[in-house]
């Protein structure tokens, strides 16, 4: 098991951008698939970047080109730059396993994009 703790999200306008921060209790190193989720009220969590052990990178169509997952794996860090923010882009984001098994999640960090 692994605890995760999200942060860096916040208040922007529309066009702004964000880094966002996913901290794990343990090493990284060895864990294959990690990724961004968010969910926004009255929706279901969505999948939204992913990166593997190797840095290869897949991305949502809705946020293709203007988001960026990468890793830190000395830091036990994964991050989620996000540019050219969107007001659907409002929603609580978290980091987790892409395995079907995920891990505990974390609380969360809000984003949100006024227009």
């Known amino acids: 098991q692994v605890q995760l703790v999200e942060s860096g999200g916040g208040l922007v306008q529309a066009g702004g951008s964000l880094r966002l921060s996913c901290a794990a209790s343990r090493s990284i190193f060895s864990i294959n698939g990690l990724g961004w989720y968010r969910q926004a009220p009255g929706k279901q969590r969505e999948l939204v970047a992913s990166?593997?052990?190797?840095?290869?990178?897949n991305y949502a169509d809705s946020v293709k080109g203007r988001f960026t997952i990468s890793r830190d794996n000395a830091k036990n860090t994964v991050y989620l730059q996000m540019n050219s923010l969107k007001p659907e882009d409002t929603a609580v984001y978290y980091c987790?396993?892409?395995?079907?098994?995920?891990?505990?999640w974390g609380q969360g960090t809000q984003v949100t994009v006024s227009s």
């Open positions: 990166i593997s052990n190797v840095g290869s990178t």
């Open positions: 987790n396993t892409l395995r079907l098994s995920k891990w505990d």
